[in-house]
């Protein structure tokens, strides 16, 4: 089957933020927009869900919204996403991050905190 080029514009920081978390999964952004058509095409009517949370009508609510707000609701569209997903592949729920323990969150946060002063030349 022939190959077919795309071109699009889009918001450098969203670029080279997205080309860092493609990264981190070991894929180009090519890779990653060729997975997203695949599961589009092989999942065909059980890939809704996935494809609403992901690529869903934008709200006139979101211009109002401030910037921490945006990310907050983008974390939850991606994990409604992602859940979505799971629902269609057939894998189980992971854990919710209110069965962590309170030992799990303070490590997390003690090492999110070591990051962020090594990151600015203080650890």
Known sequence: MPNM???FRIDAELK?????RFA???????????RFYEVA????????AALQAVIGPETEETDT???GE???QAVTDFLASLQAQRE????????????????YWGNLFYEAKTER???????
């Open 24 to 34: 981190r999964f070991g894929c180009t952004p090519s890779e990653a927009l060729r």
């Open 88 to 103: 269609v592949l057939g894998i189980p729920p992971a854990a919710s991050p209110q069965e962590f323990s309170d030992e």
């Open 117 to 123: 002063l090594a990151e600015r030349g203080l650890w």
């Open 16 to 20: 080279r933020r997205g080309d860092e």
């Open 5 to 7: 080029q795309m071109n």
């Open 41 to 48: 095409a092989r999942y065909d009517d059980e890939s809704e």
């Open 70 to 72: 945006k990310r907050a």
């Open 65 to 67: 919204m401030s910037e």
